[in-house]
């Protein structure tokens, strides 16, 4: 993307209305508080207008509050007026506290956030309507040259944004007005259109639109490109650019980096204070195990992890050394029927101590050093085995689409409750369409509960 162009879509239209009704906002409710107290802070509290409009600002455009293409409902407008006045006042207060500002009134304050609060939604409501009702001169005159049923979304998903231009002629690509390049120019000399927006779909042949662009180019009449992309059941889409190259990324997956950067911070923390704080729980198992049964401490086994690669997983050993090799001859008892997973009730494999570190999630512990490892996270989908990754339909890889994790939706949904794998699939997937910090917390809080009440082991 051109660097000229990255503030195409700024209102500083609306960045003036709402910083002209902050300004309103703080000669009122000094007004009020002089009439309240009996005296007036204007000069004195002039720097806290200044700080609170600098905040208030940053945080709408944060939430892309200034930018002409973001759907205005009335709730939105509100929301996030709301929470960049709670954003402001918040890290006001934090500034009179650090600075010892003892002398900054409280009740002005609060009557300054307040007021102002309420005249920036009434402010953008009434540029909401203004935009609605067509008030004012300002709108861009445009050719549309596509087809009925684009025009028709298009236009409604104009009408929720602050884009302010007017649709004046319609145009299908059947039509002889567009099939040369002279009648094209014709067509344009005869308009007066600021802007052609073409419809460029990805089912249709648009080879002639490249003429019809380098007419545009050569009239110095601004042209947009519209796409209309595939529509895909599950992937979120989005565009960028690399160089001169605009991208349109498909994706089933979070691409949120800065939120996925610190699940791996709480992932790494976490696994290393657990480890540390879980020390003589590891050294008890450890010696129980050595005790019950002969064999190695910690079971190993091949897991696939992210997009099909495949990983050592760590576990307190729960069953016998040769229980591997006796699980061809348990099948039969296998309660997935369709052989996706492998679980049975009261499995002969498992030691004394194996159920007990079963039953209480102990056997798990060890995967914190994977977590380490960055080969899984805290919480996640389930790791499957390499057998069971083999079986797999293609609808099914999506759930091996991000890093697997000790814990997850299955997990706190009592996993040996679930005989079906399509509902282990379904629950994935749901964690993976649905996925954010909060419910990667809520998950870890429902993880103790479950854990603590022996809900749902095997």
């Not at 567009?178 to 600021?194: C, G, K, N, P, Y």
């Not at 800065?258 to 003589?280: M, R």
């Not at 307190?316 to 591997?324: L, P, Q, W």
């Amino acid at each position: 993307m051109n660097k000229q162009n990255v503030t195409a879509n700024f209102d500083i239209l609306q960045l003036f209305v709402d910083n002209v009704v902050i300004v309103v906002g703080y000669c009122i409710s000094n007004q009020i508080y002089k009439w309240l107290m009996g005296k007036y802070l204007f000069e004195t509290h002039i720097w806290v207008f200044v700080s609170y409009a600098l905040i208030f600002t940053l945080s709408m455009l944060f939430m892309r509050m200034y930018n002409i293409t973001t759907f205005y409902y009335i709730d939105r407008i509100i929301k996030r007026t709301i929470a960049a006045t709670v954003v402001a006042g918040l890290n006001l207060s934090l500034i009179v506290f650090m600075v010892k500002a003892d002398q900054a009134s409280r009740l002005l304050f609060v009557l300054f956030c307040s007021i102002s609060c309420m005249l920036v939604i009434s402010g953008r409501i009434v540029m909401r309507i203004r935009k609605k009702n067509n008030w004012g001169n300002g709108y861009s005159h445009i050719l549309f040259i596509g087809d009925d049923q684009t025009l028709k979304r298009y236009t409604q998903f104009i009408d929720m944004t602050s884009i302010r231009l007017k649709i004046d002629r319609f145009v299908n690509y059947n039509d002889a007005c567009i099939r040369t390049t002279e009648a094209f120019s014709q067509l344009l000399m005869s308009l007066t259109v600021d802007e052609v927006h073409f419809v460029l779909s990805f089912n249709k042949q648009n080879d002639e639109i490249q003429s019809l662009l380098e007419m545009c180019d050569s009239m110095g009449v601004t042209a947009r490109i519209i796409l209309d992309t595939f529509d895909l059941p599950v992937s979120k889409r989005f565009v960028s650019s690399i160089g001169t190259y605009p991208v349109l990324t498909y994706h089933s997956v979070s691409q949120k980096k800065f939120q996925l950067f610190i699940k791996s911070v709480i992932d790494v923390v976490g696994a290393a204070v657990g480890l540390v704080l879980l020390t003589p729980v590891f050294l008890f198992t450890a010696i129980a195990i050595k005790l019950d049964s002969p064999g190695p401490v910690f079971f190993k086994q091949k897991r696939v992890g992210t997009c099909g690669k495949v990983f050592q997983i760590y576990k307190f050993r729960s069953m016998y050394t040769d229980a591997e090799a006796h699980k061809q001859d348990l099948e039969a008892l296998n309660k997935i029927k369709d052989g996706m997973m492998f679980k049975i009730d009261n499995d002969p494999r498992i030691t004394r101590v194996g159920a007990f570190i079963r039953k209480t999630s102990i056997d798990e512990l060890p995967q914190l050093i994977n977590v380490i490892k960055r080969d899984m996270s805290l919480v996640g989908t389930r790791p499957p085995t390499m057998d069971e990754v083999n079986k797999y339909a293609p609808e099914h890889w999506r759930r091996i689409s991000i890093q697997p994790g000790i814990t997850g939706m299955w997990q706190i949904s009592g996993r040996s409750q679930i005989f079906n794998f399509d509902d282990v699939v379904r629950l994935d997937k749901k964690y993976i369409d649905e996925w954010t910090l909060l419910l990667d917390i809520k998950i870890l809080l429902k993880t103790v509960k479950v854990v603590l009440s022996s809900r749902g082991a095997y």
